[in-house]
Structure formats: structure tokens, C-alpha cells
């Protein structure tokens, strides 16, 4: 099948790429002739496991193409894909005029029935304003030309989006149309060889799951983050209690990690953009905006816990003379995404309260040094940004700091503390090796070992 992708950024470059490898013949494209360029000559803009050597392989073979000219892209395919950027407005709101910009050019350029895709995340309503848009290109070109719009949401996590959209739970598609449904499904069907997860629905059903999936995500995500805070102050163990609670099949295991609060590019975006939808129906969703309110709360809790046990005579700026060193700054590991990751609040925090700030990440330093600049230390050996320094602080968990070298680190901090906001570690364990070890919600969670 003939497909072009407007958006080469993370969802579009993925799908261009999986949908080349399955056997499409594909084009992406994009305003940024930079991208464009880089992307002719095998530079990725962005990290993913992966995802350079499935575009390098596609390009070699001719199935997988890139250019910025739009017209050309989308007479030559038969299924177009919107996977531009939604930004948050001032007022949270998704900003629509990057896909209704594709929509209107994909109007003054079709010649033929064409499938208009909704692969960015859209709110509900969406893909009328995108058919709106086709047909007022249309009529101002004078010519009647059949086309269709359909909701295809992304589901793909950062640093598994390769195997997520070549081994997916499930795909959703979102239309009223019979034989447009029945394209979609043939265009998916590669990926559906063990099972068959394809959900056909109406569009605004399919617009508000995307919505509704990562909402709930977000909302695990701050409660546990709570049981954590509530666990600390009692004296419990929160991964006993994630435990006992994750053995509940209706609950289940995943996204029951308390940690520093959720970024990266779509839950702290979508749970705004549905606020907002929410309250242009009249509808006061009040649990997301708890959520939200939480979150943004959590992204304080590590640097409330370094002052707290660094904190020098200095009131206003409690961390004069101290450093601290920050292992991971993307938003999670396997990506290089820094999008409201917690790691910019906490360091922030840090350098307000006088801290000197070193900092660690296998893949998010060029990213790290676009948002401090020279405000921060950077170095890509994890080991020596612990030399002299007061207390290491975990923000992401890469496997890098999962196993490390205790005694390495014992001996190179001035004092052996940590404050994990990941929870590698056994608490008992790095009590007995002599470190003041400061997870979340764990017991002896407090500062060194006391529950607060």
C-alpha cells in the first residue's frame, strides 16, 4: 500500500519506519528541511531502541522515503497520516492548527480518494474539523473529490515503540465507513499474525480512548505516589504494599511504581487537553484535576528531601555549598525525551536553593544542556560526578544504575547519601554498607532511616 506520513517526529518517524518494514511503500515528510535532510543521510533526530537501523534498512531497499514536498506525498499514496504535534495551549487546551495546516494542504493537493488519518493525539471532535478543512480546499479549488477521515490513536511507550507498533495490544480505528475500515484493517494486518486486536469503533469513541487510556495511566501513577507519601509517614512499606496490591487481578502490576512524578510528551499534555474538554462540555472532572495537582506536587518531593538532609545554615539558600549529583534526566529510560520530565523541576529546585549540580544520563545530555545551559555540570561517566560530591540523587531509572558499584560510590561522595526516587535499592542493604539511603515510601524512608 501507497502511504505518506506528515511529521517526522516520534510517532511519525515510528510508524513511517514499521509500516516500510511490513512492506509499504512509504513517505514522510515535513516543513523542517534540517530533518529532512539529516533524515536522507541517516541522522535520527530523536533516540529510540532500534528505530536508525529499521530506517536505514527501509531506505536502502526504497520502500521508506522522506521530503518536505506535500503535494507530491500525498497525490502519490492512497492513505495519508496526520502525525503532527498537539502542543497545550495557555489554557491546556490541544492546539489543532498544525493538523488542520496538513488537512487544508492535503485538500489543495489530492487527486483522487484519499483516507485522512488522525495518528496525533486529537481531542473528540477533531476529525470533523479535519474534514471541514479537506472540503473547503475543495470547493475553493472548484472539484468534488471523495475522501474519508478516520481515528487511528498511537499507543506506543518511548523506548518500546518499535516492538509496541510491530507487537501491538491493540489497534483502534476509528470510522463509520465500511470499505474504509476494511483498507485499514489490510494496512494492519501484518501486525496481527498471533492475534487479532483490531478494534473498529465510531470516531469520537475512538478519539476519546486515546484520551481515556492515558488518563488512567497518569491517574495509577499519582495514586501510588501518594500511597507512597502516606506509606513513609506510617511506617509501611510501599513495595510490599504494591505488592499485595498488584496480586489483585483486577488491578495488576503495571504503573504502580511511586517515583517523581510522570512527564515526557503525552500524559502531562493529555490529562490538560481533557480537563479542558471536559470543561467545555460543563463537566467538572475533578479526579483528573486531582491527578494533575498531585503530580506536579511529587515533581517537589525529591528536592524536599535533599534540602532536608543537606540543608546548611543558609535559609534562603538552604544548599549553599553543597553538591549534588543526578543520575537520569529524560523523562524514563531508553529515550532521550525531556519533555516535563521531573528531572527539570527537581534540579531547578536544587540551583534555586544554591546547589552546584552535576548530572548523568546515557542519552538526554544534549537535551539536559538546551534547557540549563552551563547552569549545570554534565559528564557521560556516571562514576565521576560522584567525586566530592554531598549526595546522589536517582531521577531515572536506567539500567545503568541498577547494579552499580557501591563501594565506588560510598568512597567518592563526600558523605554516602542517596536519595533514590526510583527505588533500585534495598533499604536494609544499603543501610547495612553504611549509606543514608532515602527512598520513597519504603521503611526507614525517612531521612537516614527515620520515618517522618
Known sequence: MRICIFGAGYVGLVAAACFAESGNSVIAVDVDQAKIEGLKQGIIPIYEPGLKEMVLRNQAEGRLSFTTEMAEAVQASLVCFIAVGTPPGEDGSADLKYVLNVARDIGQAMNGFKIIVDKSTVPVGTAGK??????????????????????????????????????????????????????????????????????????????????????????????????????????????????????????????????????????????????????????????????????????????????????????????????????????????????????????????????????????????????FGDRIEYSTNQYSILDGADALAIITDWNEYRNPDFERIKTALRSPTIVDGRNLYKPDRMTANGFCYIPLGRCGGGICGEVK
Not at 473547503?136 to 487511528?152: H, K, M, Q, T, Y
Request: glycine share 6%; hydrophobic share 40%; with cysteine.
Open 130 to 371: 479535519v474534514r471541514v478543512a479537506v472540503q473547503e480546499e475543495l470547493a475553493a479549488r472548484g472539484i468534488e473529490l471523495e475522501f474519508d477521515v478516520v481515528s487511528n490513536p498511537e499507543f506506543l511507550k518511548e523506548g518500546a515503540a518499535i516492538d509496541d507498533f510491530m507487537k501491538p495490544d491493540r489497534v483502534v480505528i476509528g470510522t463509520d465507513n465500511v470499505r474504509t475500515a476494511e483498507i485499514m484493517k489490510e494496512l494492519y494486518d501484518p501486525f496481527m499474525r498471533k492475534q487479532n486486536r483490531m478494534i473498529v469503533m465510531d470516531i469520537h469513541s475512538a478519539e476519546m480512548t486515546k484520551y481515556a487510556a492515558n488518563a488512567m495511566l497518569a491517574t495509577r501513577i499519582s495514586f501510588m505516589n501518594q500511597i507512597a507519601g502516606l506509606c513513609e509517614r506510617m511506617g509501611a512499606d510501599v513495595a510490599a504494599v504494591r505488592e499485595g496490591i498488584g496480586s489483585d487481578s483486577r488491578i495488576g502490576y503495571d504503573f504502580l511504581f511511586p517515583g517523581p512524578g510522570y512527564g515526557g510528551s503525552c500524559f502531562p499534555k493529555d490529562v490538560k487537553a481533557l480537563i479542558r474538554t471536559a470543561e467545555e462540555c460543563n463537566y467538572d472532572f475533578l479526579l483528573l484535576k486531582a491527578v494533575e495537582e498531585v503530580n506536579e506536587l511529587q515533581k517537589e518531593v525529591l528536592a524536599d528531601k535533599l534540602i532536608k538532609v543537606l540543608s546548611s545554615a543558609d535559609e534562603e539558600k538552604p544548599l549553599t555549598g553543597r553538591t549534588v549529583a543526578c543520575w537520569g534526566l529524560s523523562f524514563k529510560p531508553r529515550t532521550d525525551d525531556m519533555r516535563e520530565a521531573p528531572s527539570l523541576t527537581i534540579i531547578e529546585r536544587l540551583l534555586a536553593a544554591g546547589a552546584t549540580v552535576r548530572a548523568h544520563d546515557p542519552e538526554a545530555l544534549q537535551e539536559a544542556k538546551k534547557h
